[in-house]
């Protein structure tokens, strides 16, 4: 029976505020009927969901989102970066901030003459306001009691619908935290003023100010979010929305969706290309930098490749529309983006093991720290006092946050370098690595290798061994087929089109030209169709590579092709062997030709003359390898830079395969690692982006646990005996704020990430 067909939708989730939250709803999307898999973004507010349609439709998912406690929209179509409702919601956290702080504030001064004892700042206070310690305290206490009720219901409601929500459907976030918390100590402070009585304490400005600072911690993350969120948000704005077509001769300004593959889009100066396209006419320069990395403007002249979302300098040209909407480069690299900034990364399980459990067990803790305090202070108001720190204090945001703000801002900066990581467990792998293994031909070399002589055998003549070679290899996207059918078209030849054109990996490929067998390829290919090598045939220079030709099973003559070395090709090396990496060569390619190549770039360990099978069980070899550095038996962790057909089964064994391209057919590409930008100085850009990323999450996830670690014993007030520490409710909730902004802010440090 076929296996059923799956889709995948993404919702907005709305309501979430912590990585408690993002459990909750993972958890009921899972367990929801015909859904596969279900990933939630805290960063971005969005559930990626894979179902079975026959079984779940988007409408139970929603649901399911609803029944957790949050909600959930189906996505309009055309919807896709979050609008500026995200930027209107984070001015209103800032404007109830900054009101609810000043309320705080203002409830503070006006609390002190309601202390139980007068200390020297009262003192100072009554000689600075007498009329404040003249005022009736019961009409004190009940004009706090109104403020901090009218405070509550505006600024807090959200804070407490969900709290109450949460509940209603049994499970707990944040909001349970602060809501139990603020709630606890407004009820108290509103007994004690309708029921005054000695001892009885308010704590209207604590509930204030806990609730003021959220909602500025909150302004503040949603504020780091979106600034994390830059890099996608850049993207999308690169397609411009209209393009000038040109039909029968009459330019027209057409929305995009109208553009048909083939169509004529005149592009002017300064303006962005709309649509992949071939140049038809005219000359200009263009700047690739926001897809590629690339800071160098390109000249592009007639036949010349454009990519959507690239910048048209100094030339109006006229275009052919040959990729469109989602099958552009800009598309496909935005897609990537998007999955990978919402992918998890292996260091993220140990924050969600933690979130699942956190909201529990802080309730727990704020229970044992009131009856230990009631017991052993006999005093409610330490009591009180010390449980709504504890509740307060406690921040699952920052643990939730420490591994997606990292990663989401450093795959952000690596598509401004044109460097694409397809997820987070690649980039971890990346920053993990022994040893780098590369392809010669394409990735060291500039891999357009230009022929350099057409060597006949008897009875054949130099045209016509070209021309027949041209048209087997026209098929081929080889860069030796390349070679010859450039040489051929300098020569001005012709010839028919080839016909049962079979390509062999690593090898070389077999058709029929003109009536006659011809097999093209290296000497493993004659020896797989026992062709005996001509005698007396002189070696190849250095550098050379040679392919040989035969006609019917019989040496007919060989070409000889030189390539050159990428110029930031030895540069790289150097810089993976001072990052402490084993660097090696495996290549398809003759000893002859790969060791002046490997001598050029640096690299000592070369193998060569190897086909796809070869280079797959030397990558099999070396991850089976023990280095002594590590002095372990788990082996070498090895990395794969390859840009063509015949390393795609190295690139996917390998512990990280990166893929050297120039933006076209990104998803055929078998790497982990995308690198736009086709050259050797990027690899060692990648591995060190990598391994910042790795780091800061580490300093995200030891801030985190740290601070919950530490911040919550010192709420309950466990250093009071020793050291006389106790943290008052409004600090704790200062606190608890700071928090996930310094994780954020940490990670948005790798905004500036620069290659060294």
């Known amino acids: 029976m076929a296996t059923p067909t799956t889709e995948t939708l993404t ?62 929209v189906l996505p309009r179509p055309n919807d896709s970066a979050p609008g500026p409702h995200a930027h209107d919601h984070t001015a209103e956290s800032a404007r109830k901030a900054s009101v609810t702080l000043i309320a705080g504030a203002a409830a503070m001064l006006l609390a002190m003459p309601l202390g139980t004892e007068m200390g020297s700042l009262d003192h100072a206070l009554m000689r600075l306001f007498p009329w404040l310690y003249a005022l009736p305290t019961g009409l004190l206490r009940w004009f706090l009691l109104v403020l901090t009720a009218a405070i509550m219901a505006w600024a807090g409601r959200g804070i407490y619908i969900n709290a109450i929500s949460a509940a209603r459907h049994g499970t707990t976030n944040m909001n349970t935290l602060v809501g139990l918390g603020t709630g606890v100590a407004f009820a108290y402070s509103a007994f004690a003023t309708v029921w005054p009585a000695p001892g009885r304490q308010v704590y209207f400005d604590a509930v204030l100010l806990i609730i003021g600072f959220l909602l500025l911690g909150k302004a503040l993350e949603a504020r780091a979010k979106r600034r994390a969120l830059a890099a996608l948000d850049s993207l999308s704005r690169l397609r411009p929305a209209t393009a000038r077509r040109i039909r029968d001769g009459v330019e027209t300004v057409v929305p995009l969706a109208e553009i048909e593959p083939g169509d004529s889009v005149l592009v002017l100066p300064g303006e962005r290309f709309p649509v992949d396209a071939t140049i038809l006419s005219g000359r200009t320069t263009v700047d690739e930098s926001m897809l590629t990395g690339e800071p160098t403007p390109l000249p592009r002249e007639p036949g010349g490749r454009v990519l959507a979302g690239s910048l048209n300098y100094d030339g109006a040209v006229v275009c052919r529309a040959e990729s469109l909407g989602e099958a552009t480069v800009l598309a496909q690299i935005t897609r990537m983006v998007e999955q990978a900034q919402s992918s998890r990364a292996p260091m993220e399980r140990l924050a969600d093991r933690a979130s699942a459990i956190f909201v529990p067990v802080v309730l727990a803790l704020a229970v044992a720290t009131f009856a230990v305090w009631l017991i052993a202070a006999h005093s409610l108001t330490l009591a009180l006092a010390n449980t709504v720190a504890v509740l307060v204090i406690a921040c699952p945001c920052a643990m939730g946050l420490a591994v997606p703000a990292a990663l989401t801002v450093a795959v952000g900066r690596g598509a401004q370098l044109g460097i694409l990581f397809k997820g987070g467990e690649a980039l971890e792998r990346l920053a993990h690595l022994d040893a780098v293994v590369l392809d010669k031909t394409g990735t060291l070399t500039v891999g357009r290798p230009v022929l350099a002589g057409v060597h006949p055998l008897p009875g054949h003549a130099e045209n016509d061994l070209l021309r027949m070679a041209a048209a087997a290899e026209e098929r081929s996207n080889h860069p030796l087929a390349h070679a010859v059918v450039d040489a051929a078209r300098a020569r001005d030849l012709v010839w028919l089109p080839a016909e049962d054109v079979q390509i062999l990996p690593g090898r070389g490929l077999i058709a029929k030209v003109e009536g006659h067998n011809c097999l093209l390829g290296n000497e493993a290919l004659f020896a797989e169709y026992l062709i005996a090598l001509p005698g007396q045939i002189p070696a190849a220079e250095p550098g050379v590579t040679r392919l040989w030709m035969a006609l019917d099973n019989v040496p007919a003559g060989y070409f000889d092709a030189r390539d050159a070395l990428r110029p930031d090709a030895a540069e790289a090396i150097a810089a993976l062997r001072h990052a402490g990496l084993r660097v090696l060569m495996l290549t398809g390619d003759s ?14 360990e070369i193998e060569a003359g190897l086909d796809p099978a070869g280079k797959l069980a030397r990558i099999r070899a070396l991850q089976s390898a023990a280095p002594a550095r590590r ?94 520490i106790l943290l008052t409710p409004w600090l704790a909730a200062a606190a608890m704020a700071l928090s996930s902004v310094c994780v954020l802010a940490n990670s948005l440090r790798l905004r500036g990430w620069r290659p060294a």
Do not use: K
Request: some cysteine.
């Open 11 to 72: 919702l907005p989730v709305l309501g979430m505020t912590c990585a408690s939250c993002q459990h909750h709803v993972e958890e009921a999307l899972r367990s929801t009927a015909g859904v596969e898999s279900a990933r939630v973004d805290l960063i971005a507010n969005l559930a990626t969901v894979v179902f079975n349609p026959a079984v779940a439709v988007p409408a139970a998912l929603v649901e399911a989102i609803r029944g957790a406690g949050y909600d959930a």
């Open 631 to 724: 002095g372990g038996a788990d082996g070498l962790r090895v990395a794969m830079v390859g840009d063509g057909i015949n390393d795609a089964a190295a690139l996917a064994q390998a512990d990280a395969g990166i893929a050297m391209g120039t933006g076209a057919d990104l998803a055929q590409e078998a790497g982990d690692v995308l690198l736009l930008r086709a050259q050797p100085s990027a690899i060692p850009a990648a591995l060190d982006l990598a391994r910042s990323t790795v780091r800061v999450m580490r300093q995200n996830l030891a801030w985190a646990a740290a601070y919950n670690l530490l911040g919550i014993p010192l709420a309950a007030g466990a250093l009071y005996p020793s050291f006389h």
């Open 591 to 604: 000893a002859a030709a790969a060791a002046p190549i490997a001598e050029q770039a640096g690299i000592t």
